[in-house]
């Protein structure tokens, strides 16, 4: 078995500060797990319009990972419901996909699960 190594690192510019991307795709390439460490203030994230700006910080393990044309790694977080601190999970039951690329751009996908009309 061989040790856990961290093949990229980005900081919050998404800029390069160690590691490179190959190393990341060359990793998935081989199967590796996929988890990401990120830092980030609760009301520019969470909940925009509460007053608390604490610093969250999170590793998310992303169970679907993809590499496109053999050169782009991403990773899709599956198994994450939406939160609405400190009530518990939001109003109406959904999920939250979140893509990351290898570039540190970021996506989300919320399916609502409860049948009423997206608005």
């Known amino acids: 078995m061989h040790s856990w ?3 990229l690192v980005l900081d919050s510019s998404r800029e390069i500060v160690a590691g490179s991307q190959d190393a990341l795709v060359r990793a998935i ?3 590796a797990d996929l988890r990401i460490y990120t830092e980030f203030r ?3 994230h969470i909940d925009v319009r509460s007053a608390s700006d604490e610093k969250v910080r999170e590793v998310a393990e992303f169970a679907v ?3 496109v044309e053999d050169r782009w790694a991403a990773g899709l977080m599956s198994l994450r419901q939406p939160v609405s601190l ?3 999970f939001g109003p ?3 999920m939250s996909f979140f893509l990351y690329n290898q570039d ?3 996506a989300l996908g919320r399916p609502h699960l409860d049948g009423q009309k997206t608005v």
């Open 5 to 7: 190594t961290c093949s």
């Open 29 to 31: 390439r081989r199967g």
């Open 42 to 44: 609760h009301n520019e």
């Open 65 to 67: 990972t993809y590499l």
């Open 86 to 88: 400190p009530d518990g």
């Open 92 to 94: 109406r039951p959904s």
């Open 104 to 106: 540190g751009h970021q």
